[in-house]
């Protein structure tokens, strides 16, 4: 053994150096003061306890942040909505003014909260408070949505013939909104006295016209079809998809395989819809031109046209999906009288005569089917014919 200190080899045992008095150490001794513990266990755990307790912080800073919190509230506000608990989205839209109190998704919300329990004179005490809450530029788009609401819903009202609900909600569209629509009022107010009067008889024209029921109380347009000639409405609009045109009489087949062509409907308002099953913009149409066709279930008949994929992909969607709705099939996407669509959904709208009265590419909202099909119902384009 040698002293660590000095050197000195010592051949007797001893626990230190007899030349300089240092502590010696023996070689077992040594090996095991040298042998380093292993602590690589340890180590792992302590950093993952640290990253877990940090995702821990982190979870909480972000799911506690107001951006997150109001997100939430609305995500949840907005589904109740749909689902018509307007008690717990109203307490949703609540809570996210509480966090942001000039949020404009949460006024439209409440706005459409107000609509869904017909509480319409809250309507003007909330259009008050968004008004003060709002930025200039919100408050605009604001102020559209609302209106925009506002006159779908009186329109309802005007088909219905339900001349209170209409009035009422007049009496909301004037006080809240920057520039109501004085014609859409006056038709309200017009059509009302019409009702309130004695009953038009029923009309009795020939066959092929469309005769308005003996218990409405209102007389419908006339919608006798007179003998034109389809050369000289194309002389006079000319034959195309564009408004004013006249739509060529291409043909169709069922699912059965029986043919029609859109002549075959004349003297009804058509809502045409050129789509696929395949097409997701197609499918988000479809409630909506359900709710048209119940709309104007006397006046018009809205139809749906498969573009080349055949009766059992077009049963099976609609089977799928309860689609109510006529569903017919073209093989191929060009079609007669020249038209090659390119693209669906792919919605038009012609009048009683074939003259056409609006045409959508690309998903249609509610109430753009709505005011086509009231424009084409009441349709003055044919009028030289009659």
């Not at 569209?173 to 520039?179: F, G, I, K």
């Not at 050129?274 to 139809?303: G, H, K, S």
Request: proline share 4%; charged share 25%; aromatic share 12%.
């Amino acid at each position: 053994m040698f002293c660590n200190n000095c050197g000195l080899k010592i051949d007797i045992d001893t626990p230190v150096c007899p030349a300089c008095g240092a502590q010696l150490t023996t070689g077992e001794q040594t090996a095991s003061q040298q042998t380093p513990k292993k602590r690589t266990p340890l180590i792992i755990a302590l950093i993952a306890g640290s990253l877990v307790v940090l995702a821990a912080v982190i979870g909480i800073i972000y799911f506690a942040s107001p951006s997150r919190r109001l997100q939430n509230a609305l995500d949840g506000a907005n589904g109740n909505v749909a689902g018509g608990y307007y008690d717990r989205a109203e307490r949703g839209y609540e809570l996210a003014l509480s966090i942001d109190e000039g949020n404009l998704e949460a006024y439209k919300g409440l706005f459409d909260v107000c609509m869904g329990r017909e509480d319409y004179d809250e309507i003007p005490d909330l259009y008050d408070d968004a008004s003060d809450a709002l930025s200039k530029s919100d408050l605009k788009e604001f102020d559209k949505y609302v209106s925009k609401t506002l006159e779908s819903a009186i329109k309802k009202a005007i088909k219905h013939e339900d001349w209170d609900l209409g009035f009422e909600l007049a009496d909301v569209y004037e006080e809240v909104c920057d520039d109501p629509d004085g014609e859409l009022l006056d038709d309200l107010d017009d059509l009302s006295h019409a009702a309130s009067g004695a009953a038009v008889p029923a009309s009795s024209g020939p066959a092929g016209s469309m005769d308005t029921p003996a218990d409405s109380g209102t007389a419908t347009p006339d919608v006798t079809i007179p003998d034109i000639d389809r050369d000289d409405l194309i002389a006079a609009y000319g034959l195309g998809y564009d408004e004013g045109q006249v739509i060529p009489d291409f043909t169709f087949y069922d699912a059965s395989g029986k043919t029609y062509s859109i002549s075959d409907f004349e003297g009804k308002t058509v809502y045409i819809n050129f789509f696929t099953t395949w097409c997701t913009y197609c499918f988000y149409e479809i409630p909506d031109m359900q709710d048209i066709a119940d709309e104007f279930d006397r006046d018009a008949v809205v139809i749906m046209i498969d573009l080349d994929e055949g009766p059992e992909l077009g049963t099976q969607y609609a089977e799928d999906y309860d689609v109510d709705l006529p569903i017919y099939y073209v093989d191929g996407w060009e079609l007669e009288g020249g038209l090659y669509l390119e693209a669906v959904p792919l919605s038009i709208v012609i009048d009683r005569y074939g003259v056409v009265y609006g045409n959508h590419l690309g998903q249609a909202d509610y109430d753009w089917m709505y005011d086509a099909m009231e424009d084409a119902v009441n349709s003055d384009y044919s009028s030289a014919f009659r």
